[in-house]
C-alpha cells in the first residue's frame, strides 16, 4: 500500500490558461473522490468515480472543469481557463466500496494550485 | 444537504492534558455515518475516528473518543493525554447514503499543544 498518489504537489500558473493534474488511487480501490480545499477551510466534495464511471458532480464543478478516469485506475483533474477564485489545494482520495465502513478514504498530499 | 459546524476556531490544551472538540451536524439522511479526521500543517489528511450513527455506543480509539449525541445531533471529539502529535486542524465529517465518500466537512478547529 503506497498510498494515495498526487501531482504535481504545487502548481502556479498564470490567469486564462489550462492545467491538469493527476492522482493516482491505492491499486485495489474502486472509488475515487476530487475535493477542493480552500485556505483554512475543510474540504468540499467535487466528483467522485466508481471504476470509470463518474457517477456524481457537485455544482461547484463549473464548465470549466472536467475529471477522467479513463481505465479506473488513475484520475486527472482538468481546468481550463484557470481564474484567480481556482487557487485552492485540490484532494483527490480513494477507498473500496461496497466495503465503505471498513475501508474509510485515504487522502493524497493534494496538488496546490495558485493562479496569478 | 448536510451542514456541520464547528463553533471553535481554535483550542489549545497543555500536553498531557485532555480536550473536547465540538461539532454539531445537519443531515437529511436516516443511514449516515460520522468522522473525525485531521490534517497536521502540509500533510495529508487522516482519519482519527468513525461513528455509525445507528449505533448508540461511543466510539474509542486509543486516546480519542467521541461523544455522539444522535437527538441533538451532536459529535464531539475527546482528546486524552495529548501530545505534542495532536496538535493539527480538525475536521468533523459527517458522510450519509449510497455516496458514502461524498463527504460534508466542517470548518475545521486549530488545535495547538503546549508542552
Known amino acids: 500500500d503506497t498510498g494515495v498518489s498526487q501531482n504535481p504537489r504545487h502548481k502556479i500558473t498564470k490567469r486564462g490558461q489550462n492545467v491538469t493534474f493527476r492522482c493516482d488511487p491505492i491499486?485495489?480501490?474502486?472509488?475515487l473522490y476530487w475535493y477542493r480545499q480552500t485556505l483554512g477551510q475543510g474540504p468540499e466534495f467535487l466528483t467522485y468515480f466508481q471504476n470509470e464511471a463518474q457517477l456524481e458532480k457537485s455544482r461547484l464543478l463549473s464548465d470549466r472543469f472536467s475529471a477522467e478516469r479513463p481505465k479506473g485506475s488513475f484520475s486527472t483533474l482538468e481546468i481550463q481557463r484557470t481564474e484567480q477564485g481556482d487557487s485552492a489545494m485540490y484532494l483527490c482520495?480513494?477507498?473500496?466500496?461496497?466495503?465503505?465502513?471498513?475501508?474509510?478514504?485515504?487522502f493524497g498530499n493534494g496538488t496546490r494550485l495558485t493562479v496569478t | 444537504a448536510q451542514t456541520v459546524t464547528q463553533s471553535q476556531p481554535e483550542m489549545s490544551v497543555q500536553e498531557a492534558e485532555t480536550v473536547t472538540l465540538s461539532c454539531t451536524y445537519d443531515t437529511s439522511e436516516s443511514d449516515y455515518y460520522l468522522f473525525w479526521y485531521k490534517q497536521p500543517p502540509s500533510r495529508q489528511m487522516i482519519l482519527v475516528i468513525r461513528?455509525?450513527?445507528?449505533?448508540?455506543q461511543n466510539a474509542t480509539e486509543n486516546r480519542f473518543s467521541v461523544n455522539f449525541q444522535k437527538a441533538a445531533k451532536s459529535f464531539s471529539l475527546k482528546i486524552s493525554d495529548s501530545q505534542l502529535g495532536d496538535a493539527a486542524m480538525y475536521f468533523c465529517v459527517v458522510s450519509g447514503g449510497t455516496s458514502y465518500g461524498k463527504l460534508t466537512f466542517g470548518q475545521g478547529t486549530i488545535l495547538t499543544v503546549h508542552p
Open positions: 482520495a480513494s477507498s473500496l466500496f461496497p466495503s465503505s465502513y471498513n475501508s474509510p478514504l485515504h
Open positions: 461513528q455509525e450513527a445507528y449505533k448508540q
Open positions: 491499486s485495489e480501490h474502486n472509488r
